[in-house]
């Protein structure tokens, strides 16, 4: 076997190790997730409720200069803390494109295709049932995403019942679906726009682009420039969280030395901390190997991408804490203080977007590209697979309770909205799961690759 095919074989385990971790990670975090939910749920309508309300409704103030940003503590949770889980889904997207399933044609056009098609039949469901419903049309996007921890938490009940390819194919799709829905919150859920502070937010992009291309690989001055984009793109009434997925896309990708670079230096510094064994003359270790393991310890650092690296820190804290504390604040629902009629325009408009566009659209786009040849399947799902999938698309809860906050202005549209989302996604979730395992039951386990 030659060395560049043994190359190739490495790097493409590498990318299997990796996408086991993340799916293992995001799986676990779903399960945190929905608990969060659950808990929320239960407080929100026990007799001590209001102290539930009146936690998330604390002010909070920061003062910088002469500008003041007062918020509720929920507020801070959807415009601060959510942030950073919108800097994890750029950085991402990020990695997707550059070397992931979006990184070709080939590989990006049957998860784009899917997830075009469950974002475009959801809005047409949505706007079907609401297009005579004013001020209620603006939650379009509300069943248009779906939740990657979700998901992953309802596969990890499957076990191997199915392919690592259904699970790439899931997350890819749902990254393009988180891309979609940063493009509608950044052009149709914003307030009155700011032009100075948009400038200033505009001019601290620019940097950040010129750090990269001028080659600055430490993460501090980008991260440093995150918070100041941040605090401009709070003012500036275009959604602040969209400065995490600016900042994700400067993060430079290129670590600052190649492999061969690294291995170099490894062998080096191992060679200098075994000719330092001749003169050690305790247990501990002599100045020039303690030098050596230090040049180890910074070409491990220097040999990562730094977008990798970042990710893979910021990851658990976006998924364990992040994501569940914004659902505890957004899932209380009190459901018998819903004035309205549960079944109306915005509830029906949610729950047939999540549990018919979902799969209709996931299903259908994807068929319709596969007989007009302008995709390719993955060899190792089957059309019963794609199926489960479409299915679990319609598990939408991060960001469809995201968007509900900022499409509605009716507390009681916004708790009822919200109330479907979580029927709708545990729904599609039981029926998704129940499924694919149904026609998995005759395998021990999938091993397939893609």
Same mark, same amino acid.
């Given at each position: 076997?030659?060395?560049?095919?043994?190359?190739?074989?490495?790097?493409?385990?590498? !990318?299997?190790?990796?996408?086991?971790?993340?799916?293992?990670?995001?799986?676990?975090?779903?399960?945190?997730?929905?608990?969060?939910?659950?808990?929320?749920?239960?407080?929100?309508?026990?007799?001590?409720?209001?102290?539930? &309300?009146?936690?998330?409704?604390?002010?909070?103030?920061?003062? @910088?200069?002469?500008?003041?940003?007062?918020?509720?503590?929920?507020?801070?949770?959807?415009?601060?803390?959510?942030?950073?889980?919108?800097?994890?889904?750029?950085?991402?997207?990020?990695?997707?494109?550059?070397? =992931?399933?979006?990184?070709?044609?080939? $590989?990006?056009?049957?998860?784009?295709?899917?997830?075009?098609?469950?974002?475009? *039949?959801? !809005?047409?469901?949505?706007?079907?049932?609401?297009?005579?419903?004013? =001020?209620?049309?603006?939650?379009?996007? *509300?069943?248009?995403?779906?939740?990657?921890?979700?998901?992953?938490?309802?596969?990890?009940?499957?076990?191997?019942?199915?392919?690592?390819?259904?699970?790439?194919?899931?997350?890819?799709?749902?990254?393009?679906?988180?891309?979609?829905?940063?493009?509608?919150?950044?052009?149709?859920?914003?307030?009155?726009?700011?032009?100075?502070? @948009?400038? &200033?937010?505009?001019?601290? /992009?620019?940097?950040?682009?010129?750090?990269?291309?001028?080659?600055?690989?430490?993460?501090?001055?980008?991260?440093?420039? =995150?918070?100041?984009?941040? !605090?401009?793109?709070?003012?500036?009434?275009?959604?602040?969280?969209?400065?995490?997925?600016?900042?994700?896309?400067?993060?430079?990708?290129?670590?600052?030395?190649?492999?061969?670079?690294?291995?170099?230096?490894?062998?080096?510094?191992?060679?200098?901390?075994?000719? =330092?064994?001749?003169?050690? $003359?305790?247990?501990?270790?002599?100045?020039?190997?303690?030098?050596? /393991?230090?040049?180890?310890?910074?070409?491990?650092?220097?040999?990562?991408?730094?977008?990798?690296?970042?990710?893979?820190?910021?990851?658990?804290?976006?998924?364990?804490?992040?994501?569940?504390?914004?659902? /505890?604040?957004?899932?209380?629902?009190?459901?018998?203080?819903?004035?309205?009629?549960?079944?109306?325009?915005?509830?029906?408009?949610?729950?047939?977007?999540?549990?018919?566009?979902?799969?209709?659209?996931?299903?259908?786009?994807?068929?319709?590209?596969?007989?007009?040849?302008?995709?390719? $399947?993955?060899?190792?799902?089957?059309?019963?697979?794609?199926?489960?999938?479409?299915?679990?698309?319609?598990?939408?809860?991060?960001?469809?309770?995201?968007?509900?906050?900022?499409?509605?202005?009716?507390?009681?549209?916004?708790?009822?909205?919200?109330?479907?989302?979580?029927?709708?996604?545990? /729904?599609?979730?039981?029926?998704?799961?129940?499924?694919?395992?149904? @026609?998995?039951?005759?395998?021990?386990?999938?091993?397939?690759?893609?």
């Amino acid at each position: 076997m030659e060395e560049n095919d043994i190359s190739k074989i490495q790097t493409k385990a590498q !990318f299997f190790v990796v996408i086991n971790n993340f799916l293992a990670k995001e799986a676990y975090s779903g399960i945190i997730l929905f608990s969060a939910a659950i808990i929320a749920i239960i407080w929100a309508n026990t007799p001590w409720s209001a102290t539930y &309300f009146n936690f998330w409704h604390t002010p909070v103030g920061l003062e @910088i200069g002469s500008h003041i940003i007062d918020m509720e503590l929920h507020q801070w949770i959807t415009d601060g803390l959510m942030a950073i889980f919108f800097f994890v889904i750029g950085l991402e997207i990020k990695r997707e494109l550059v070397v =992931g399933e979006l990184s070709s044609k080939r $590989k990006a056009a049957f998860p784009i295709m899917a997830a075009i098609g469950g974002m475009v *039949v959801p !809005f047409l469901f949505y706007i079907s049932v609401n297009l005579q419903s004013d =001020g209620k049309i603006s939650g379009f996007g *509300v069943p248009m995403a779906t939740d990657i921890a979700f998901v992953l938490g309802f596969i990890l009940i499957l076990g191997r019942r199915v392919p690592l390819s259904l699970k790439v194919f899931i997350v890819t799709l749902a990254v393009v679906d988180d891309l979609g829905a940063v493009i509608l919150i950044a052009s149709f859920y914003t307030e009155s726009l700011n032009l100075f502070f @948009i400038g &200033f937010a505009a001019l601290i /992009l620019a940097v950040l682009m010129l750090l990269n291309r001028i080659g600055i690989k430490e993460l501090m001055p980008y991260l440093l420039l =995150g918070v100041a984009l941040w !605090f401009f793109m709070e003012g500036s009434g275009i959604h602040a969280t969209i400065a995490g997925v600016l900042l994700a896309f400067s993060i430079p990708v290129y670590s600052k030395i190649s492999t061969k670079q690294f291995i170099k230096i490894c062998s080096f510094a191992v060679n200098e901390v075994k000719k =330092g064994e001749s003169e050690r $003359k305790n247990i501990l270790l002599t100045p020039e190997q303690q030098d050596s /393991l230090e040049y180890i310890s910074d070409s491990y650092d220097a040999v990562q991408s730094p977008l990798v690296r970042l990710e893979h820190r910021l990851l658990p804290f976006s998924s364990f804490i992040v994501m569940p504390v914004f659902a /505890l604040a957004n899932a209380g629902i009190q459901i018998s203080d819903i004035s309205q009629p549960i079944f109306q325009p915005v509830s029906l408009g949610i729950l047939l977007g999540l549990v018919l566009g979902k799969p209709i659209g996931i299903i259908g786009a994807t068929y319709l590209g596969y007989k007009l040849k302008w995709v390719k $399947k993955p060899s190792s799902c089957t059309w019963k697979h794609i199926i489960g999938a479409g299915i679990l698309g319609g598990v939408g809860f991060t960001m469809s309770m995201f968007i509900s906050n900022l499409a509605f202005d009716n507390p009681d549209t916004i708790a009822l909205a919200k109330l479907f989302i979580v029927c709708s996604s545990l /729904l599609m979730g039981v029926v998704g799961v129940t499924y694919l395992w149904y @026609i998995s039951r005759n395998y021990k386990t999938c091993d397939e690759v893609v």
